[in-house]
């Protein structure tokens, strides 16, 4: 088993399996720890590059069980061709929902009270006051109603807000409210002072947020991307920002890095982290707690936790 975190280090191993101690390295270049055809278990490193995180698949030829540690698993399924039939990938639900739910409500919070204004302010000595929108009283739309988009809500509600609407694949019922399908969006957008993606990448929702989305946003909302860059088609946005109709907090972008030059750094409007939303000090202790119950469920053959698919199967 290749864990990216050093077995030591995890409290509650199950005893058993060999564990190797792989995170690619700081140049992503770092020698195997062992013959990767001998590996059944393969915790992705984090924070890593996709050719760095790939780079094993194609000799793993006795995988069983891809466990990411990242809420998106789209690095990954880019390369399904590189992995041999029966492995189940997994994502790291339960480990970044506090810490990017934390982010888009920062991000939020920022860009409607003008907090980067006042820091370039702050920079020029200058005291300026202005008059700036509460998040009080605003319209919120979340598009992406899964664990992340949950938590999301979960930080919303003490902000009175006056209402929270959210999409996903497929309609439902919480707790909170209903849950409306994609479908819906034509008619929910323009209703919203805030849209929040939280969406898995996939094919249907690559670009997303395209000219059509964007035009259908109400004058003057915000749109915050804590998902994927490519969820966005960054053109169609930069038209919205340039011309000052819509706004942007931006985690992730594309493409990603930003490189520099690219208009979307000057952008008016625009906020951006540099896809922040994960890597925090609640990070690690979870990510710990997630691989040692999954590799305690691989061991002891029961259902693992947070299966996104399976290689091989019909439709994948």
Request: aromatic residues 6%; hydrophobic residues 45%; charged residues 20%.
């Amino acid at each position: 088993m290749w864990l990216p975190i050093p077995p030591d280090e995890i409290e509650g191993l199950v005893d058993g399996p060999n564990y190797l101690f792989w995170d690619g390295g700081a140049d992503g270049a770092q020698e195997f720890p062992g013959d990767p055809a001998d590996c059944a278990v393969y915790v992705v490193p984090y924070m890593k590059r996709q050719p760095v995180k790939t780079r094993p698949l194609a000799h793993m030829r006795n995988l069983r069980l891809i466990q990411t540690l990242t809420a998106g698993v789209d690095d990954i399924t880019a390369h399904l061709s590189d992995i041999v039939p029966g492995v189940r990938l997994c994502n790291a639900r339960g480990v970044h929902e506090a810490s990017t739910a934390e982010l888009a409500l920062a991000l939020i919070l920022a860009s409607l009270r003008g907090i980067p204004g006042f820091v370039r302010a702050q920079q020029r000595e200058e005291w300026k006051s202005d008059f700036h929108p509460a998040l009080a009283d605003k319209s919120v739309l979340i598009v992406g109603y899964g664990a992340i988009g949950a938590a999301v809500e979960d930080r919303l509600a003490p902000f009175e807000l006056a209402r929270v609407a959210r999409v996903a694949r497929s309609p439902r019922t919480t707790a909170r409210g209903p849950v409306h399908p994609l479908t819906d969006l034509p008619s929910l957008l323009p209703q919203a002072d805030v849209v929040v993606l939280s969406t898995p990448l996939t094919e249907a929702t690559r670009g997303l947020a395209n000219a059509d989305f964007l035009a259908r946003m109400k004058d003057g909302a915000l749109l915050v991307n804590v998902a994927r860059g490519p969820v966005v088609d960054t053109d169609a946005l930069l038209t919205e920002l340039q011309s000052g109709r819509l706004t942007a907090a931006l985690d992730v972008t594309d493409p990603e890095p930003l490189p520099p030059g690219h208009p979307l750094w000057h952008a008016p409007g625009v906020l951006i982290s540099p896809h922040v939303g994960g890597p925090t000090s609640a990070f690690l202790p979870r990510a710990k707690r997630l691989v040692a119950d999954q590799l305690r469920r691989f061991v002891n053959q029961e259902p693992l936790a947070n299966v996104i698919l399976t290689t091989g199967a019909e439709g994948v």
